[in-house]
């Protein structure tokens, strides 16, 4: 992620590959059949940001035979076949006595920037239908002496205090930083400055003057992280470099497998989690020709840098300096309601990150910050988790014009006229003038706010059967402020039929993301745990918040046409 006006602007990372697991895992022999061995990883709830996880820290469960799932396969359609198998695919036991057998876990450090909140495990140990299930708290794996030396470390680096009121501690979620006095709003709770910042002029100068020029900073910037992972204990920054999350760490989708991405197939997520994977092996051949020039010292993967790129786009902050990586502030975890947030701070030539607080904190709270108004899709797209109810949700729809209708073109030509420009991020995705972002109608007998003005005028042109009313539209732009089809069509039956297409296309989707949640939720099995089951909730967060927004739509989009017809 990089940081845009100080609010992060996220990107998306992800791949298929049986080696990327969740954190350290507990190996579960199986005496029978060796091939039937598997890992597996104790995944956690929480109420607040839930996607770290639990390292299984027992082993030798004997297991025996496997599961032959066909049965139950039998009466579901592609889809569903296709889900349960992979359910399936990673859990072939049948004797499941072992899971009766005491757990010891602890949390692994994985340090995504995610937000508070309070963390328990409701694990059973059993299949009965026992009374409550055993509550199990768990802590960080981070060791406290780790901790005090990486903070002595970056103030030593730096020559001056990072923070006097922050200390980096224990959570549910990896490594956070902590209150470790009492803090008022207002005060500064930490300052980097930018001599111990990470950005892309801290590649090494003979690699640099190889670098072409269409290589953005954030692929610059993960190919510095690449160098720095390469020289190990000699890089300058190894401290901050290995307290970084891991592949297995990591649930940015472009770290999910082709099975993992059909329980998203719904939701735009999907298609963007593709153009993410193309644009990073895009750069990944620019990136791997400048290495192969140091073929002994950087040998270069798609898998490294993949993950490094996932680094940099989760954690860097746009800067002077392009973007940047700041350590000890990126241990700040995320809270959607929050207002305190990154800041660059240029005091006469001095340079500088800080954090402000934005509300009182009692000495071992943990301390939070937003890292935008970021619905689910961008979250679980480029930070790897998600919320279970996010007020900022929205759905990325698309419509195209029928290649049979016979005005398609003069349509296309009008709609190009009065188009809105073109949106790039940084990472160089743009988004084009037939897509459109819903947002939560919060009022079905309200103006409709969260229905983007550019969808109706859309569907108003599709709408529209001569070209006749096609020139009226135009006129009526160019007479006005230059907005194409912003106005409702005085025709009111056209205008009906218009939002009527609208009704339909949504209500379409809502029937979409229904199916997939129930088949999301057939899914759900006391053992059904570790790198599949986080993935799994992640996506059922993802599909709920659009389902959410979509029937927000819905209800108003009824009530307007119900209005016109009465009126």
């Not at 640099?208 to 954030?218: S, T």
């Given at each position: ?92 036991i049948v004797n499941l006595s072992w899971l ?31 009374p409550e299930p055993e509550e199990v708290s ?135 989690t593709i153009t993410k994977n193309a644009h ?288």
């Open positions: 992620m990089v940081l845009s006006s100080w609010n992060k602007t996220l990107f998306k990372n992800g791949e298929s590959d049986a080696r990327v697991r969740v954190g350290a895992t507990a190996s579960i022999p199986t005496s029978a059949d060796p091939r039937a061995r598997h890992r597996y990883t104790l995944i956690g709830t929480h109420l607040s940001h839930p996607h770290r996880e639990a390292r299984l820290q027992s082993s030798l469960f004997n297991c025996s035979s496997t599961v032959r799932p066909a049965p139950l396969l039998a009466d579901l359609n592609h889809q569903q076949g296709l889900i349960m198998l992979l359910w399936w695919s990673t859990l072939r009766r057998l005491p757990l010891f876990f602890s949390l692994s450090d994985c340090n995504n920037k995610v937000g508070g909140g309070v963390f328990k495990f409701k694990l059973s140990t059993s299949f009965s239908s026992s768990c802590c960080s794996v981070l060791d406290e002496k780790d901790s005090d030396d990486f903070l002595t470390w970056l103030e030593r680096k730096v020559g001056v205090q990072i923070s006097s009121v922050l200390s980096i501690g224990k959570s549910a979620y990896g490594r956070s930083l902590l209150a470790s006095k009492s803090i008022q709003t207002g005060d500064c709770m930490l300052r980097v400055p930018d001599s111990v910042q990470i950005a892309p002029d801290n590649l090494l100068s003979e690699i640099n003057v190889l670098v072409p020029d269409e290589v953005a900073n954030v692929a610059k910037l993960a190919m510095v992280v690449v160098v720095e992972q390469k020289m190990g204990q000699h890089s300058e920054w190894a401290p901050y470099i290995s307290s970084l999350p891991r592949p297995g760490e990591m649930h940015n989708t472009i770290f999910w497998s082709e099975k993992e991405m059909e329980m998203i197939r719904q939701s735009s997520v999907y298609e963007e990073i092996e895009k750069d990944f051949l620019v990136v791997k020709a400048v290495f192969d020039h140091f073929p002994e010292t950087f040998g270069i993967t798609f898998d490294v840098f993949q993950h490094a790129y996932a680094l940099v786009e989760s954690r860097a902050w746009r800067s002077t300096r392009g973007v940047s990586l700041i350590p000890f502030a990126d241990f700040l975890n995320h809270d959607g309601a929050a207002e305190a947030d990154v800041i660059y701070v240029d005091d006469e030539g001095k340079e500088r990150s800080e954090v402000i607080a934005d509300r009182n904190y009692a000495p071992g709270e943990q301390v939070l910050i937003r890292y935008g108004k970021f619905s689910n899709a961008t979250l679980l797209l480029d930070y790897g988790f998600t919320l279970p109810y996010n007020i900022y949700d929205e759905v990325q729809i698309r419509f195209n014009i029928p290649q049979h209708d016979p005005l398609r073109t003069k349509k296309l030509e009008l709609l190009h006229r009065y188009r809105t420009p073109t949106i790039e991020d940084v990472s160089g995705v743009s988004s084009s003038q037939d897509s459109f972002t819903l947002k939560e109608v919060r009022s079905a007998k309200g103006k409709g706010r969260g229905i983007p003005q550019s969808l109706r005028a859309f569907a108003r042109v599709l709408c529209c059967s001569s070209s006749q009313e096609l020139r009226d539209l135009a006129r009526e732009a160019a007479q006005n402020d230059g907005r194409l089809a912003r106005r409702p069509l005085k025709n009111e039956s056209r205008e009906i039929e218009a939002h009527q297409f609208l009704l339909s296309r949504i209500n379409l989707l809502i029937e979409g993301h229904i199916m997939s949640i129930q088949l999301l939720d057939s899914l759900t099995c006391p053992v059904m745990f570790g790198e599949l089951a986080l993935r799994r909730r992640m996506a059922r967060d993802l599909l709920s918040g659009e389902l959410r927004v979509l029937k927000s739509a819905s209800e108003w989009l009824k009530y307007y046409c119900t209005e016109l017809s009465e009126s």
